[in-house]
């Protein structure tokens, strides 16, 4: 992919998603590692069911940005249009 023409909000989203990623794993195999918090940072509070339902809507929110700021998103939905112009020919 020639990252000239990647728009600078992808580009920048792409940079703050790596070290998003990247920050995570180096406290998961380090300061963070503990039984269950190695997972689970304090700072996130576990103490109800309501707040865990509540993060657990915000999951499909960092899927659909890694998709997006990575490419795939649009990748995906071109080849989905492309494969459905190919259907309705034949």
């Not at 269950?36 to 996130?44: C, G, H, S, T, Y």
């Not at 103490?47 to 899927?63: E, I, M, W």
């Not at 998709?67 to 494969?83: F, K, Q």
């Amino acid at each position: 992919m020639d990252d000239s023409r990647t728009p600078w909000l992808r580009q920048l989203s792409r940079i703050l998603l790596a070290f998003f990623m990247v920050a995570t794993g180096i406290g998961h195999l380090t300061f963070l590692r503990q039984e269950f918090q190695a997972q689970v940072p304090r700072r996130v509070p576990l103490d109800t069911d309501a707040k865990r339902l509540a993060r657990l809507f915000f999951q499909p929110v960092l899927v659909v940005w890694a998709l997006w700021s990575s490419g795939a998103w649009s990748y995906l939905r071109r080849r989905t249009i492309s494969n459905m112009n190919r259907t309705e020919r034949k």
